[in-house]
């Protein structure tokens, strides 16, 4: 009898799985289009503009107040942010200019870059009185006068103004909406309809960078068409889930790949916008375990008790593996 290998034998089960997967009521997706179909506007059209069209604020604005929680200084300004603005300096300026940002306070830096030690000092070289604590330190300083040290504060600290908050809350606002009602009409089969709430979001936001790459709400459109009928089309038998559960994963798996989008945990975050319903996977490890018999023992052996780990600490694990997973399977079954 001919022996195999380990290969050759996984090739066939992946084979006979699949084939179990596919319901006979296949869901066929019609080619759709996911490049926006109108032009955008160009970068440097919105520069010319005085950018009295705000889209390219709001994504500067929208990265700094994630990454920085809302304190931030030149040097926390990304490269390819201050590209859009020709330099950081000039980004800073405008941003200043349209209120949307301003400088952090002087009672702020001093609560947080100064000892009371340092406070105490201070206040001796003016004749005041060094009792109370650091607040009352620095209330006591400010209202006689007291100005920063430039040397010890070296670079300006800046937070994002409450009209700059609300530009980004607007944008974060239109992205979820269209993102919400994508996922609902994807469970209705309407994947045209899913896009076309997806351009509504990108006529606003949408706009050409400088280096010709679109920016828009479809980050990446190059997904191949069998991926998102292998998704519509897998019944999660591993699930002990509700069927509406089923649906809902599915249109969040679907409305995340149209965007280009695989991370497991904007994903899952998204799903719960739409359903409330725990995940119920027992055999999650399984699932893994199972693509896994061409790797090291070991290294397989490791990588399961990390995730089982994982799972124990925090049960929100469960839902992010199962992305991961059917979104491999979609790549690789069809």
Known sequence: MKKHSLSWWK?????VLAKLQVPDNKIIIPNINLIFPSELPDCQEIISNGHKDPRMLALCLKSLFHRTNNVFSKENIDEYLSEDFGSTANLLHILEKK?????????????NFYTVNELKDFCREKNLSV?????????????????????????????????????VHE??????FAILNAMNVIKKQDFQGAVNF???YDNKWGFVHISGKKRTIFANYDIPHTCFEYIANYPMRELRNSEEFKNNLKACLIAGLMRGNRNRDKIASRF????????????????????????????VKRILKKMKENIEADDEYVLKYYISKVFYLSNHRT
């Not at 090739?11 to 084979?15: E, L, Q, S």
């Not at 209120?99 to 609560?111: A, F, G, P």
């Not at 330190?137 to 100005?147: D, F, T």
């Not at 199972?290 to 290294?299: A, G, V």
Request: proline share 3%.
């Open 11 to 15: 090739r066939v089960y992946n084979n």
């Open 99 to 111: 209120e949307l940002i301003k400088e952090k306070s002087q009672k702020y830096i001093m609560q």
């Open 131 to 167: 009792s109370g604590k650091k607040d009352e330190l620095i209330e006591r300083l400010l209202k006689n006068g007291y100005k920063l040290d430039k040397q010890k504060y070296k670079h300006k600290l800046y937070e994002i103004t409450y009209s700059g908050q609300e530009l």
């Open 171 to 176: 944008e974060e606002k239109d992205r979820d």
């Open 198 to 200: 997806f351009n509504n």
């Open 272 to 299: 719960h916008m739409i359903c409330n319903e725990p995940i119920c996977c027992p055999n999650i490890l399984n699932m893994y375990r199972r693509d896994s018999i061409e790797e090291d023992p070991d290294t």
